[in-house]
């Protein structure tokens, strides 16, 4: 992938690693927009079957698979090493992820006692990958491979109206088995043993839920929404302890909670539109939180911690819509989070010791924890202006702060929250063209604002004036159009980031592409 001209110079790869003759060196890049390596192959095969046999039921299955090459993590190759004058991975790889899904969904129409309409959904996946990397000028290749095998069940009963109220209710039983092997390979004697593995082998994830939602027009202008869902997840995880002498055998989480929602839509006059939505919100560990082993970040472990409990959520928001005669259309919104037990990383004894050897590295502790709070909160504003039959301009504009407690009782900025980010289209349509001229946006996080778990990761960021990390405002200039040649026969063209700017979207590892070309033609038969 290669980045654009006009950005951050830190973002340049102006070297990388390569193996000649088995041995690792560092290589200049002839062109160091080029984000060597990015390459990878994928395709993808579906097919779907409707079959209707009368006006009451209809059944369709789909059954998609896709599977890609082997392809490398770019952020893990830019890591510098402790000196900083080189890098640490020699390679830093994914091995071919695949993915299989048979999905069968039943469709009953008709009047029911219980139900106007139900729907049933059941579903088997199965996912497979792998990690591997090695250290510059190592002979050890590390390399963890999972597989997961997922079946889902899903029944919803639809629109039983009675009077003023509609209900729509159902459930859903969701069951993962993960495997999981790790082994390391001297590349020079091809000599392969095992280590440790990402995941508990063998462990499992399951969940029943049921829920009812209800939707009551009190009055013509007047509706009042609710929804109650109750969920329960069970984890079951044994530890292997020939690599690591974990200070417990197993994990069994036995998780259920019982959330809702209640909220109203509001028409005061007929252009104007008040909705006000109050939520609980519920997620239970899950395998990745619970049981994984990996390496978070240059000489930091994360290892298992069984002893996490859920995280809760209260959300708050209240929107605004005004339609001005046709021509004018305005939204806005404020949102409001405030998490209990969120589930951070964070600093970690194992077995008493604050530091391991993970992969030939001494590496800090750390693991999933559920922090005291966090709190999330923002706005959003939208417009859409009508200035003639076949010219609108479209635009948004969301803001968002997030804040997380520290272990001392201080606050910091939250990791997962993102930069103030819009958007702004001019948009020309008649009966058969179509094209939007669009800028898209993204705000500056400034170092003070950077989470505190990234500010050690300079290499994924720009540099300020004082030398610290901070993740640049950048833009993209773009356009897009799509043009009927015939009822059947369609082409478009979309140029993207057309003034081929550099940049990277918060907290990613990789440059987005500079100026890029798509051109693309459909059929209909």
């Not at 003639?388 to 997380?404: A, K, P, R, Y």
């Not at 063209?433 to 996080?445: A, P, S």
């Not at 400034?446 to 540099?463: G, H, I, N």
Request: charged fraction near 20%.
């Amino acid at each position: 992938m290669k980045m654009g001209s006009h950005g951050p110079e830190s973002y340049l790869r102006n070297q990388y690693v390569s193996t000649v003759n088995g041995t690792d060196v560092l290589v200049s890049n002839e062109n160091p927009k080029e984000q060597n390596p990015t390459g990878y192959n994928q395709f993808n095969l579906m097919q779907k079957i409707a079959y209707k046999p009368n006006n009451t039921w209809q059944y369709d299955l789909g059954i998609h698979y896709s599977e890609t090459s082997d392809y490398d993590r770019y952020d893990r190759l830019i890591r510098p090493n402790s000196s900083g004058n080189g890098l640490r991975s020699a390679e830093w790889f994914y091995g071919p992820q695949k993915w299989f899904m048979g999905n069968l969904q039943m469709n009953k129409r008709g009047k029911g006692i219980f139900y106007d309409g139900l729907k049933i959904t059941t579903a088997y996946q199965h996912f497979e990958e792998s990690r591997n990397d090695r250290g510059f000028q190592d002979v050890i290749r590390y390399s963890t491979e999972e597989k997961v095998d997922a079946i889902s069940t899903n029944i919803d009963f639809e629109n039983k109206k009675i009077g003023n109220l509609r209900l729509y209710y159902g459930g859903e039983y969701i069951f993962n088995k993960v495997g999981s092997v790790g082994s390391q390979e001297d590349i020079e004697t091809n000599i392969v043993s095992g280590t440790a593995s990402r995941y508990p082998d063998g462990s499992t994830w399951q969940t029943l839920a049921g829920y009812v939602n209800g939707e009551y027009k009190a009055k013509p202008n007047f509706t009042l929404l609710s929804g109650l869902r109750y969920s329960h997840v069970w984890i079951d995880a044994t530890f292997d302890k020939t690599y690591y002498p974990f200070p417990f055998d197993d994990a069994n989480l036995n998780n259920g909670a019982l959330t809702g929602s209640l909220g109203f839509s509001w028409f005061p006059k007929a252009d104007l539109q008040i909705t006000l939505n109050g939520s609980t919100g519920f997620r239970a560990p899950n395998i990745d939180d619970v049981g994984k082993i990996f390496d978070s970040e240059p000489g930091a472990v994360v290892v298992p911690n069984p002893d996490l409990e859920p995280e809760y959520a209260y959300n708050m928001e209240l929107g605004v819509q005004k339609n001005f005669n046709d021509k004018l259309v305005f939204k806005s919104a404020a949102f409001y989070t405030y998490l209990v037990d969120a589930l951070v990383r964070r600093d970690y004894l194992f077995d008493g010791e604050d530091e391991i050897m993970y992969n030939g590295e001494l590496s800090s502790v750390q693991a999933i924890q559920n922090a005291a709070k966090a709190f999330v909160y923002g706005f959003e504003f939208g417009m859409e202006a009508f200035l003639t039959d076949n010219i609108s301009v479209v635009s948004n504009l969301t803001i968002t702060e997030g804040i997380e407690e520290e272990e001392d009782g201080t606050e910091s900025p939250g990791r997962h929250v993102s930069p103030t980010f819009g958007d702004l289209h001019l948009v020309y349509k008649n009966q058969r063209l179509k094209t939007d001229l669009f800028l898209n946006y993204n705000g500056e996080i400034p170092f003070y604002d950077l989470a505190t778990s990234e500010r050690s990761k300079d290499y994924l960021y720009a540099l300020d004036n004082d030398g610290n990390p901070y993740s640049p405002s950048w833009y993209t200039l773009n356009i897009r159009s799509q043009y009927e040649v015939t009822n059947a026969l369609k082409v478009s063209l979309n140029l993207e980031n057309f003034t081929d700017q550099r940049y990277r979207s918060y907290s990613s590892g990789i440059s987005a592409p500079g100026i890029n070309l798509v051109l693309g033609v459909g059929y209909r038969f």
